[in-house]
């Protein structure tokens, strides 16, 4: 009977295909799997894009500059890198953390600061009970800052603009970026990264 089924699986797959009907792939043998865009919502090329405009803005920024200074002079910076704020009606919500971990990484191999393991970020948070709208508040900023031992914050947010007429949609989306200095609350640096998607007739 498991082989008489197996059988017929394998048969209706066939069949399919031979029919023009829809079968599974897999990125190896369709290279192109990943480019294809099948919504208007974001999707891993779409944010790593948005990513990467914002890693390399911060990278090239006068605070990465003067993170270098200072750790020529042995007085290196520690970042701490908290959630992204997603005010999208997307759930990507593991997408963000995991190109976080993509962000977080660029830092540390960028050898000019001292990365505070997000891990021990989430522990501490838990513990002080504060919300992911910390990072913008310099009080408790000053406090958590005090509790991880650190000097910066990068944090960030995605935001979306939806437009529709006569069957057509157009979707703006932005990830804005900014390192906040936990002991003045001053943004060091700030970046929008952008993208359009449509539907068009």
């Not at 197996?6 to 369709?30: E, M």
Request: net charge neutral; charged share 25%; with cysteine.
């Amino acid at each position: 009977m498991k082989t008489r089924l197996t059988i017929s699986a394998a048969l209706l797959a066939s069949l399919l295909a031979a029919c023009g009907g829809p079968s599974y792939v897999r990125g190896t043998d369709n290279p192109d799997l990943d480019k294809a865009v099948m919504s208007t919502g974001l999707d891993k090329v779409d944010l790593q894009k948005l990513f990467k405009d914002n890693i390399q803005s911060l990278l090239n920024s006068a605070a990465m500059t003067r993170w270098k200074d200072a750790a020529k002079d042995g007085k290196e910076a520690t970042v701490a890198i908290f959630r992204v704020k997603n005010e999208t009606t997307e759930h990507i919500d593991t997408q963000l953390d995991a190109l976080l971990s993509d962000f977080e990484t660029e830092l540390v191999n960028s050898g000019s600061v001292t990365v505070i393991s997000r891990e021990r970020q989430t522990q501490l948070i838990e513990e002080l009970k504060l919300q992911q709208s910390a990072a913008f508040d310099q009080d408790k900023s000053a406090q958590l800052g005090k509790q991880l031992g650190v000097g910066y914050f990068v944090t960030g947010k995605v935001s979306a603009s939806d437009e529709k007429t006569d069957g057509e949609r157009r979707l703006q989306y932005f990830l804005y970026m900014q390192v906040v200095e936990v002991e003045t609350g001053a943004v060091r640096w700030q970046n929008k990264a952008e993208l359009t998607k449509g539907l068009i007739k």
